[in-house]
């Protein structure tokens, strides 16, 4: 059985750093696509980052590029959302997402998405 398994988040001032971790197991992840959203209060999930590494193609929302980075261990199945200069509006929960697509695209629809992690806080105080 596939699973997701995410860590980290947790409370920061603004301005701050935090990475949370996507672990996957049950599946080698280095041919799926992945992506990061968040819900936050009262909000729909929204898009964040996604990532097919077999094309080598990262996209972020807007509001985000510059300050999120998409990284990975391939050897572990884990990748990560480095998330620097944290603002308060960032505060979520956020979500990662895979899919073994046929194609190796970038998918920015939570509804593309077959797997989902648990979901983490990160709150960002002002």
């Known amino acids: 059985q596939v699973q997701l398994v995410q860590s980290g988040g947790g409370l920061v001032q603004t301005g701050g750093s935090l990475t949370l971790s996507c672990a996957a197991s049950?599946?080698?992840?280095?041919?799926?696509?992945l992506g990061w959203f968040r819900q936050g209060p009262g909000a729909e999930r929204e898009f964040v980052a996604t990532v097919n590494w077999v094309a080598g193609l990262t996209d972020y929302r807007d509001s985000v590029k510059g300050r999120f980075t998409i990284a990975s261990d391939n050897d572990k199945d884990t990748a990560y959302l480095q998330m620097i200069n944290l603002k308060p509006e960032n505060t979520a929960v956020y979500y990662c997402?895979?899919?073994?697509?046929?194609?190796?695209?970038?998918?920015?629809?939570?509804?593309?998405?077959?797997?989902w992690g648990q979901g983490v806080q990160v709150t960002v105080s002002s």
């Open positions: 997402g895979i899919v073994w697509p046929e194609y190796t695209d970038l998918y920015y629809h939570e509804s593309e998405y077959s797997l």
């Open positions: 049950g599946r080698r992840f280095a041919s799926a696509t």
